[in-house]
């Protein structure tokens, strides 16, 4: 009955430790990570930037590096697709201070209408975020007013994120674009709180004792070694 006692005691404090905002890195980084997941909260992150696109002058970012043999003729240019760095700054401002870099590819992926298959990676550069990204992907009709995308991964602080993006046009020519990001991001797994009944049988005394615990249902699959 003590070391039940003991055992329940335990669990309440791994409950009650807060966790820390640091990562370690490294394969054996990645695995204490995961098998910590299941006494760390989920949090939800808030980001805001501009991004900024330039298709010429001094100042590109994005080249084009594919078409189709339809891209010239077909109004929404359709295959045409550019490779691309372009900072994220705090401000339209593309002077103001950078977070970091949006780094993929888009490309015209509608008959019908300016509509762009976004892939991407964001990679922040400043403060708590540093060395972090998310994975961004999706559809964008870049003349609507309001354009939702999905965050489908993260690393870093980021890691199992998964999010929504929305995306507005701040400005827009023909040869650039600044566009106004606000990203909601969830990290890591759902973790379930679960409620456990434990039931002692000790001679002929019954001792009924309860706790929660907090568990996630998944588990972390060794890979066979292969020799
Ligand atoms: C585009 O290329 C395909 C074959 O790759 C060809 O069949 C088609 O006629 C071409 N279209 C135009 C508009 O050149
Ligand atoms: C971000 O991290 C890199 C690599 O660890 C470091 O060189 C750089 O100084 C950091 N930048 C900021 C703004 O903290
Ligand atoms: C688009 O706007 C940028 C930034 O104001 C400017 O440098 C560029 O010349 C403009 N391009 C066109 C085609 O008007």
Redesign the pocket.
């Known amino acids: 009955m003590k070391i039940e006692s003991v055992v329940l005691m335990l669990c309440a404090m791994v409950i009650a430790i807060p966790w820390a905002q640091s990562v370690s890195e490294g394969p054996k980084g990645v695995e204490e990570w995961f098998k910590e997941l299941p006494i760390k909260k989920q949090k939800v992150t808030k980001l805001h930037f501009y991004f900024h696109d330039t298709t010429t002058g001094p100042r590109q970012t994005a080249f084009q590096i594919a078409e189709s043999n339809i891209s010239s003729t077909t109004v929404t240019q359709f295959g045409r697709t550019f490779m691309f760095d372009n900072p994220l700054t705090v401000e339209p401002d593309a002077r103001s201070m950078r977070i970091g870099k949006g780094q993929g590819f888009f490309g015209a992926a509608s008959f019908e209408e300016p509509r762009f298959l976004m892939n991407l990676n964001f990679v922040f550069?400043?403060?708590k975020y540093?060395?972090s990204t998310l994975q961004f992907l999706g559809t964008n009709p870049i003349l609507h007013r309001v354009r939702e995308m999905s965050i489908v991964g993260g690393t870093g602080v980021f890691r199992l994120a998964r999010g929504i993006a929305t995306a507005q046009t701040y400005f827009l020519n023909d040869t650039s674009s600044i566009v106004e990001y606000n990203l909601m991001v969830q990290d890591k797994i759902k973790v379930m709180l679960r409620y456990v009944l434990f039931v002692f049988d000790i001679g002929n005394v019954f001792i009924i004792e309860s706790a929660f615990i907090i568990g996630s249902t998944s588990r972390i699959r060794r890979t066979p070694k292969i020799l």
């Open positions: 550069t400043q403060g540093n060395g």
